[in-house]
């Protein structure tokens, strides 16, 4: 008679760690993963941040388990083809270096494994995440019944503010209920509305100005054309920092009107909405407490290891009106609610662990430090890129984007795709973003290892580029 079926154990390492005794062989193996992790970092800035070509392991498990080396290797292998967003010139995309207090936080939570579907699975975790969530609320300026839900990423952030302020509006049975929102918005709205079920043209576009923000009367006019139409609009999206401009549109204006209007304000500040933490910066998103609800990404600028998102509510119990359905099967809650009753997400990791744990490690100093440093990499980039021959769009924020001012679409397709090209030879990452039309080379100044001299560089490249189209 066979007993239990055992799993052999990896050259020294046990499979589960062992819940009665210290294990030497588990404190090595972590140690030497998170030794072969600084190495990755330490070897940053030699690489670019796009990794060569290079292998993969093998996916599938071998008929016995691998030994711990092995292990290591493989991951090693994945390692060697990640993307590197450490490297200074990594400046193309939203994904800044991880705090390090973040990927401890990160590794502890993998160890608790603990559940935030419901508080008996994660009774430290769930009251961390609530307050966590007040003092976000708080900071933002929201009021006193504010509460929040974190959620894995910006797009189901904003997909449950949908959910809550249609719900708000009673307007669950109304599929020709619209959403408004500048052309400018993000992607995720439009797949918010498709999981909705609501109809087609749901998501209704307000023009933008100049800046990239909301054209105020065009918003006021749509408005009331809806209501002339018989139409109903569920929320109005006033964006806190565009993908591409990082343009901030007119809160307290959108505000007044959507008070006047009786109408639910979602402030999409995945983006901008960290800039409200400190004084120093909430300037470039003043109004955004008078939203009923806000997304805000940590994971973007901060360096929250992902992912790092937190949907914030003016009235915390609209979390519950919206997603809760009973939890039949699980205890009452005894404190503020089950984390699967106020949102959209069953089980979910502890995401606010390594939020919380990244911001005491940051301190109020450091949080400002990384906001107004990536302001001011934004505008020293800005001040050094030839504005008399590039169409140049900015915000208040820390992104910018540039094409040329004398080239036509496809011009400035070609440009932009060489012009890439060889920054990256040179391990300056950009991004190309296609905005109205027309292909942008992009930077986004969240990465506090970029320097002066790389930004000297990337400005000096850029405005040779433009020698090419002559
Ligand atoms: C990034 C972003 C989102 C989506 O966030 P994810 O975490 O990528 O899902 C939504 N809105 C804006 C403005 C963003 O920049």
Same mark, same amino acid.
């Given at each position: 008679?066979?007993? #239990?079926?055992?799993?052999?154990?990896?050259? #020294?390492?046990?499979?589960?760690?062992?819940? &009665?005794?210290?294990?030497?062989?588990?404190? #090595?193996?972590?140690?030497?993963?998170?030794?072969?992790?600084?190495?990755?970092?330490?070897?940053?800035?030699?690489?670019?941040?796009?990794?060569?070509?290079?292998?993969?392991? &093998?996916?599938?498990?071998?008929?016995? %388990?691998?030994?711990?080396?092995?292990?290591?290797?493989?991951?090693?292998?994945?390692?060697? %083809?990640?993307?590197?967003?450490?490297?200074?010139?990594?400046?193309?995309?939203?994904?800044?270096?991880?705090?390090?207090?973040?990927?401890?936080?990160?590794?502890?939570?993998? !160890?608790?494994?603990?559940?935030?579907?419901?508080?008996?699975?994660?009774?430290?975790?769930?009251?961390?995440?609530?307050?966590?969530?007040?003092?976000?609320?708080?900071?933002?300026?929201?009021?006193?019944?504010?509460? %929040?839900?974190?959620?894995?990423?910006?797009?189901?952030?904003?997909?449950?503010?949908?959910?809550?302020?249609?719900?708000?509006?009673?307007?669950?049975? &109304?599929?020709?209920?619209?959403?408004?929102?500048?052309?400018?918005?993000?992607?995720?709205?439009?797949?918010?509305?498709?999981?909705?079920?609501?109809?087609?043209?749901?998501?209704?576009?307000?023009?933008?100005?100049?800046?990239?923000?909301?054209?105020?009367?065009?918003?006021?006019?749509?408005?009331?054309?809806?209501?002339?139409? $018989?139409?109903?609009?569920?929320?109005?999206?006033?964006?806190?920092?565009?993908?591409?401009?990082?343009?901030?549109?007119?809160?307290?204006?959108?505000?007044?009107?959507?008070?006047?209007?009786?109408?639910?304000?979602?402030?999409?500040?995945?983006?901008?909405?960290?800039?409200?933490?400190?004084?120093?910066?909430?300037?470039?998103?003043? !109004?955004?407490?008078?939203?009923?609800?806000?997304?805000?990404?940590?994971?973007?600028?901060?360096?929250? #290891?992902?992912?790092?998102?937190?949907?914030?509510?003016?009235?915390?119990?609209?979390?519950?009106?919206?997603?809760?359905?009973?939890?039949?099967?699980?205890?009452?809650?005894?404190? &503020? $609610?089950?984390?699967?009753?106020?949102?959209?997400?069953?089980?979910?990791?502890?995401?606010?662990?390594?939020?919380?744990?990244?911001?005491?490690?940051?301190?109020?100093?450091?949080?400002?430090?990384?906001?107004? $440093?990536?302001?001011?990499?934004?505008?020293?980039?800005?001040?050094?890129?030839?504005?008399?021959?590039?169409?140049?769009?900015?915000?208040? @924020?820390?992104?910018?984007?540039?094409?040329?001012?004398?080239?036509?679409?496809?011009?400035?397709?070609?440009?932009?795709?060489?012009?890439?090209?060889?920054? @990256?030879?040179?391990?300056?990452?950009?991004?190309?973003?296609?905005?109205?039309?027309?292909?942008?080379?992009?930077?986004?100044?969240?990465?506090?290892?970029?320097?002066?001299?790389? @930004?000297?560089?990337?400005?000096?490249?850029?405005?040779?580029?433009?020698?090419?189209?002559?």
């Amino acid at each position: 008679m066979a007993g #239990t079926p055992q799993i052999r154990p990896t050259a #020294t390492l046990a499979p589960f760690a062992k819940p &009665d005794r210290f294990d030497p062989e588990l404190q #090595t193996f972590l140690e030497q993963a998170s030794a072969r992790l600084c190495q990755w970092f330490a070897t940053a800035s030699n690489r670019g941040p796009l990794p060569a070509l290079s292998a993969l392991p &093998d996916v599938a498990p071998q008929p016995q %388990g691998l030994s711990v080396d092995a292990l290591l290797d493989d991951l090693q292998l994945v390692m060697e %083809g990640a993307y590197q967003p450490s490297h200074p010139g990594a400046l193309a995309h939203l994904d800044p270096p991880p705090l390090t207090a973040s990927i401890a936080a990160d590794l502890i939570c993998a !160890g608790l494994n603990n559940n935030l579907l419901a508080e008996e699975l994660s009774p430290s975790l769930s009251r961390l995440e609530r307050e966590m969530c007040r003092w976000f609320a708080e900071r933002l300026g929201l009021p006193l019944t504010a509460g %929040g839900v974190a959620a894995s990423g910006g797009s189901l952030s904003n997909l449950m503010a949908m959910v809550i302020a249609r719900q708000q509006a009673d307007l669950q049975d &109304d599929p020709r209920a619209v959403v408004l929102a500048s052309v400018d918005a993000h992607v995720s709205l439009a797949k918010a509305i498709r999981v909705m079920g609501l109809a087609s043209d749901a998501l209704q576009t307000v023009p933008v100005d100049q800046k990239g923000c909301m054209n105020l009367d065009a918003l006021e006019h749509q408005l009331k054309a809806l209501r002339a139409e $018989g139409r109903p609009c569920l929320a109005v999206v006033a964006t806190a920092g565009t993908t591409v401009q990082g343009a901030v549109d007119p809160l307290v204006a959108v505000a007044e009107l959507c008070r006047r209007e009786q109408v639910w304000l979602h402030v999409d500040g995945a983006i901008g909405g960290v800039f409200a933490l400190t004084a120093a910066t909430a300037s470039v998103v003043e !109004g955004i407490s008078l939203a009923d609800s806000i997304t805000v990404n940590p994971q973007k600028l901060l360096g929250i #290891t992902k992912t790092s998102s937190l949907l914030l509510v003016a009235n915390q119990s609209h979390l519950a009106s919206a997603f809760s359905t009973g939890l039949p099967y699980m205890e009452p809650a005894w404190g &503020d $609610g089950h984390g699967s009753e106020i949102g959209l997400q069953g089980t979910r990791p502890a995401e606010v662990l390594k939020l919380w744990l990244g911001l005491r490690q940051l301190g109020e100093q450091g949080i400002q430090c990384l906001l107004e $440093g990536a302001i001011q990499r934004r505008q020293s980039l800005a001040r050094q890129l030839d504005a008399s021959r590039f169409i140049l769009l900015s915000g208040p @924020l820390h992104l910018i984007a540039c094409t040329p001012k004398n080239a036509d679409a496809y011009q400035a397709s070609v440009w932009s795709l060489a012009t890439r090209q060889s920054l @990256l030879e040179q391990q300056l990452m950009v991004s190309r973003p296609l905005h109205h039309g027309r292909h942008f080379l992009k930077v986004v100044l969240g990465n506090p290892h970029t320097q002066s001299i790389h @930004l000297n560089r990337l400005a000096t490249l850029m405005n040779q580029s433009l020698l090419g189209l002559r």
